[in-house]
């Protein structure tokens, strides 16, 4: 799992990654029993539990930049906002055509529960800030998210889908998510401390 540097993660973001590290943690693979093969192996996950946690998160992502942009007044922070909302949306509308395409439907699992739990933290957080301490409170949420989503899609997400449609959808969505992470870290270098 990635590494937290503490200077740079807010009360808020620290709460929200704390969460959801304890949400993988909660689903990390566990390694063969008879050590074959030496790799871990990935979560027990249907395709629907899957679909549930990118959905979930899809959800927040848009919940968070809504606050956001009704709420900050840095350009950079408010053009980021307006991206997760289009990307994220685009993402379930994705997600929706390939789910309706294979039959299945979204199951909560979990770590569902626990990422809409720490979601509802974090827009109370958000909601409660303004100014430069929003912004960097908002996209250093967004930092730890992203890093928590890359780290989920590699090692729990696309080795648990078992159907290949879903499989090319998180292989596709995993460059999309890594750009939202670079430009989160070149807006954080900009806002300072």
């Given at each position: 799992?990635?590494?937290?540097?503490?200077?740079r993660v807010t009360?808020?973001g620290?709460?929200?990654?704390?969460?959801?590290?304890?949400?993988?943690?909660?689903?990390?693979?566990?390694?063969?029993?008879?050590?074959?093969?030496?790799?871990?192996?990935?979560?027990?996950?249907?395709d629907?539990?899957?679909?549930?946690?990118?959905?979930s998160?899809?959800?927040?992502?848009?919940?968070?930049?809504?606050?956001?942009?009704?709420?900050?007044?840095?350009?950079?922070v408010r053009?980021f906002?307006?991206?997760?909302?289009?990307?994220?949306?685009?993402?379930?509308?994705?997600?929706?055509a390939?789910l309706?395409?294979?039959?299945?439907?979204?199951?909560?699992?979990?770590?569902?529960?626990?990422?809409?739990?720490?979601?509802?933290?974090?827009?109370?957080?958000?909601?409660?800030?303004?100014?430069a301490?929003?912004?960097?409170?908002?996209?250093?949420?967004?930092?730890?998210?992203?890093?928590w989503?890359?780290?989920?899609?590699?090692?729990?997400?696309?080795?648990?889908?078992?159907?290949?449609?879903?499989e090319?959808?998180l292989?596709?969505?995993?460059?999309?998510i890594?750009?939202?992470?670079?430009?989160?870290?070149?807006?954080?270098?900009s806002?300072?401390?």
């Open positions: 799992m990635y590494r937290l540097r503490l200077d009360k808020a620290l709460t929200s990654a704390l969460a959801l590290a304890a949400g993988l943690g909660a689903c990390a693979p566990q390694r063969a029993e008879n050590g074959t093969d030496g790799q871990p192996a990935p979560p027990a996950l249907s629907a539990n899957v679909a549930s946690i990118v959905n998160a899809n959800n927040g992502e848009i919940q968070e930049a809504q606050l956001v942009l009704q709420r900050s007044s840095n350009p950079a053009e906002a307006q991206r997760m909302i289009a990307d994220h949306t685009a993402s379930n509308q994705r997600l929706q390939v309706s395409d294979i039959g299945v439907a979204p199951v909560p699992m979990g770590l569902t529960q626990q990422l809409d739990n720490s979601e509802s933290q974090t827009l109370q957080s958000l909601g409660d800030r303004t100014g301490d929003l912004d960097r409170t908002y996209i250093d949420h967004q930092i730890t998210v992203h890093q989503l890359i780290e989920s899609i590699d090692s729990m997400l696309i080795p648990s889908a078992s159907n290949d449609k879903l090319d959808y292989m596709d969505l995993r460059p999309t890594v750009s939202h992470l670079e430009h989160a870290r070149r807006i954080r270098a806002l300072g401390r």
